[in-house]
């Protein structure tokens, strides 16, 4: 059982939630607080006017502190000292991995964290709401919401609560990627059928061949083996149409360049088919069926889901083939059982092979047909 934990908390300066303006860290070790750290960090970008008033913090009072990479140095050691806890924690996680991506900082290509927000669902089920404000109110936790230090600190406080109830930040972790910037899929104590196992192992297999975006004659020839070897996944998407493109290209015993490049295509659009989709500038909802997946930076999924029947879209629960697209939220989600994609992506897959015409739409590729003006619960995490 994990027995040091970093709870943290992020203030950003502007609606773009991708630069630090304070950082509030406490230590828990041994089941009770430790150390608290506070401090205030020159986000080198503009202020907005709501932000301010949020958080109290203005750009005067950070012209003179350390920008985010001087500042790194100092807490890298502690913020990879043990679990790292938070409060919705994917908010936190992500304008921490921004700051460090778009400061070519490295650091790991994944770590595991666990939120006290979802923690709080299980263990007061009852409450109308599991903000930190209410959740700190309720337990009378003392909190001055929106100031980093002491939201970090309530944060530790509420994991000790709950730990007294009985509930272990174990069950609940999951693992960050650090590179593509979203939670993988949750950790579970459930054994994954053999089957499932082996497909997640064709995927790891076209995920290394393809991650130095070329495909090499052999290494089409061991993954045709692997195939071979692994015949009984046959009836399985995407083992199926990878078994029948690999066997057709290798079928005259001579690899074309061009049907290279055609599989590096194939495998890459299979292990991530939401980075790879096809940009649609001029996408038009009017008259078609959609099916909304993931989280949304533009606001929740029922404001999405709004905006698009206004413009003449319909909203449907699953992916069929009378379904026109899925739309994939730029968050991502933590229920998605293969890290950057779920079930009704993976639908959407099997039906692309099978010649239908459904779309895999990113987000960013609708934001015209979004005019959703976040509102203050959707755009930053008082929640």
């Not at 936790?141 to 509930?167: K, Q």
Request: charged content about 25%; glycine content about 6%.
């Amino acid at each position: 059982m994990t027995k040091r934990f970093i709870a943290f908390d992020v203030e950003t300066p502007n609606y773009a939630n991708d630069r630090i303006s304070a950082i509030g860290i406490t230590i828990i070790e041994n089941g009770a607080v430790t150390e608290d750290y506070y401090y205030l960090v020159n986000p080198e970008v503009h202020f907005d006017p709501f932000n301010v008033r949020l958080t109290g913090i203005t750009s005067e009072m950070v012209a003179d502190k350390p920008a985010f990479p001087e500042l790194w140095q100092q807490i890298e050691p502690i913020m990879s000292s043990g679990l790292l806890i938070a409060h919705n924690a994917p908010f936190d996680m992500g304008v921490l991995t921004q700051c460090l991506t778009d400061y070519g900082i490295e650091w790991k290509p994944f770590t595991y964290y666990a939120c006290t927000c979802v923690m709080g669902r299980a263990c007061y089920p009852n409450l109308p709401n599991h903000k930190l404000n209410t959740l700190c109110e309720y337990l009378q936790i003392n909190l001055n919401h929106h100031n980093a230090g002491s939201d970090s600190h309530a944060c530790a406080e509420l994991l000790l609560d709950y730990m007294c109830r009985g509930l272990k930040a174990d069950r609940f972790l999951r693992r960050y990627d650090m590179v593509r910037r979203h939670t993988l899929r949750p950790i579970s104590k459930a054994q994954p059928s053999e089957t499932t196992k082996q497909l997640l192992k064709l995927k790891e297999i076209l995920d290394e061949i393809t991650a130095d975006n070329e495909l090499s004659p052999d290494e089409v020839i061991s993954l045709r083996d692997w195939l071979w070897q692994n015949d009984a996944l046959r009836g399985n998407f995407p083992f199926d149409k990878i078994f029948e493109t690999v066997g057709e290209a290798l079928e005259d015993g001579v690899l074309e360049n061009f049907e290279l490049e055609e599989m590096l295509q194939l495998f890459e659009q299979i292990t991530d088919p939401v980075t790879n989709a096809c940009s649609c500038d001029c996408f038009d909802i009017a008259g078609k069926t959609f099916c909304l997946t993931g989280e949304f930076d533009s606001g929740d999924r029922s404001s999405v889901e709004m905006a698009l029947s206004r413009r003449g879209g319909t909203p449907v629960s699953s992916v069929t083939k009378k379904t026109d697209c899925v739309i994939v939220g730029s968050k991502g989600s933590e229920a998605w059982s293969n890290g950057n994609y779920g079930t009704k992506v993976k639908k959407a897959m099997e039906l692309q092979g099978k010649g239908s015409p459904i779309q895999i739409v990113r987000e960013q590729d609708i934001c015209n047909l979004l005019p959703i003006q976040r509102s203050e619960p959707d755009a930053y995490k008082s929640l």
